[in-house]
């Protein structure tokens, strides 16, 4: 009898005898055999016994640890994918495959490809809609290490290409107004300020304006490959954004924007010095750093770049910088936009 394997003997219709094993008490059936006799019983299961003995052993031998989902995620996180990633984002994407891992590590690598594998991840995800956009986050960390294993052909398919989301919120249309900006500036230090200008003329994330440096700032445009997605993105010098570099002073390296102690702002510090500056002030408490993406487009748009080009410098869809403008800027600002683009054009000059 094979260790830890289940027996069952039978007494079936008409006199005739049964033997049935399994791998563990419930688990998958490995033998069945029927017999007129207990004699020619006993002569079926030993015929039978080499293969349910091979059964038994691909049931309950242990998959190599590189087989489990556990293992996929520690590869991921050592290949140069995940290492060329941000700081943040890479601390970020950790944090949540830790989790993952801790739930799900034990499933096998092979399910992944399996028929029925997305609508458990799914699930999966779905008990811990009380908290959606953190559940998203750590289906969407999943994502990209599916997404890794996929076009490595370790599975056969991605399970979570395209999946919903359980966050639906876009702010995107939010921004921060000038009436806003001069609420938060109320008795901040000018490294702030200038920090929250900058991002708003640029629309840069958080990540890659604290890492902007001056090696990035051209004649006519900052050109910056973004930490999160490696797109390379140009964002034109217009007047009001040459005026504020050159407040700030021109060096020939390091970053644009220190802090109040002349070193270079992190993430982190910049965020706590908008919660700072926030508080005791009731009309912007739920404004964040990240609107003054939206507020970087809504001027990009009102100083006459074409929505495309706005598009462009974002890293979003034309319709979503065409939502902006619809309900920020004037049909009188976007007509003015085009017609200095007209002028230019009659002039010879590229636009």
Request: proline fraction near 5%.
């Amino acid at each position: 009898m094979l260790p830890g394997a289940h027996r069952v003997r039978a007494k079936l219709a008409g006199g005739r005898v049964g033997e049935y094993w399994y791998a563990w008490r419930g688990g998958p059936r490995i033998l069945a055999v029927q017999a007129r006799s207990d004699a020619e019983l006993a002569r079926k299961v030993a015929e039978a016994t080499p293969a349910a003995l091979e059964a038994f052993k691909a049931f309950v031998t242990p998959a190599a640890p590189h087989d489990f989902l556990s293992g996929l995620i520690t590869r991921y996180l050592d290949s140069a994918e995940y290492k060329r990633l941000a700081p943040r984002t890479k601390r970020d994407i950790r944090t949540h495959l830790d989790f993952v891992r801790g739930q799900l590590g034990e499933m096998e690598v092979k399910a992944l490809g399996a028929d029925g594998a997305r609508g458990v991840l799914i699930s999966w995800r779905d008990q811990f809609k009380d908290t959606p956009r953190t559940a998203d986050h750590r289906l969407d960390c999943l994502s990209k290490v599916t997404r890794w294993a996929y076009d490595r052909g370790e599975i056969a398919r991605n399970p979570l290409d395209r999946f919903s989301r359980l966050y639906k919120a876009n702010r995107a249309d939010i921004i921060w107004t000038m009436s806003d900006l001069a609420t938060l500036f109320r008795g901040q230090p000018a490294p702030f300020r200038t920090a929250v200008l900058l991002a708003a003329l640029t629309g840069l994330r958080l990540g890659d304006l604290v890492r902007l440096s001056w090696r990035d700032v051209g004649k006519d445009a900052i050109v910056l490959t973004t930490a999160k997605t490696g797109r390379t993105v140009t964002i034109p010098i217009r007047p009001s954004l040459r005026r504020l570099l050159a407040a700030i002073g021109r060096k020939d390296v390091g970053a644009v924007l220190t802090n109040s102690h002349g070193l270079p702002w992190t993430p982190g510090g910049l965020q706590t010095a908008m919660q700072r500056a926030k508080q005791g002030k009731p009309s912007i408490k739920n404004l964040r750093h990240h609107d003054l993406r939206g507020t970087g487009a809504t001027w990009l748009v009102r100083a006459g770049l074409a929505l495309s080009d706005v598009a462009l410098v974002m890293g979003w869809k034309p319709d979503r910088v065409a939502n902006i403008a619809r309900r920020y800027v004037t049909s009188e600002e976007v007509a003015k936009g085009m017609l200095a683009r007209l002028e230019k054009n009659k002039r010879g000059r590229s636009v």
